[in-house]
């Protein structure tokens, strides 16, 4: 099993940007797609962007596309978050998840170890 751990949250104003990052234990974290979730409070949680073990492969959810950016670094066992021209409606908390069982499926329901999230607080 994967273990994750989410950093980089805060509390910025609207317009802001805020850099996350997902840092993971074992050596098999580069075969593993990530992606980043999110739940805000009283609302279901979101998948917000998905990255393949290889980086070729990302999918992003509508409300983020052209303003959030995921990146990986498998040397490092760290995938990251850039969130640039943030809204209110992006505060919530940020988890990263791993698919550990699916291949490089970025399929939402595919993701099965999770980290313990990080809040982002959007201020307007």
Not at 44 to 69: L, M, N, P, Q
Request: with cysteine.
């Amino acid at each position: 099993q994967v273990q994750l751990v989410e950093s980089g949250g805060g509390l910025v104003q609207a317009g802001g940007s805020l850099r996350l990052s997902c840092a993971a234990s074992g050596r098999t974290f580069s075969r593993y797609s990530v992606g980043w979730f999110r739940q805000a409070p009283g609302k279901d949680r979101e998948f917000v962007v998905g990255i393949t073990w290889s980086g070729s492969r990302t999918a992003y959810a509508d409300s983020v596309k052209g303003r959030f950016t995921i990146s990986r670094d498998n040397a490092k066992n760290t995938v990251s978050l850039q969130m640039n021209s943030l809204k209110p409606e992006d505060t919530a908390v940020y988890y990263c998840a791993a698919n550990t069982r699916y291949g490089s499926s970025l399929d939402p329901k595919a993701f099965d170890s999770w980290g313990q999230g990080t809040q982002v607080s959007v201020s307007s």
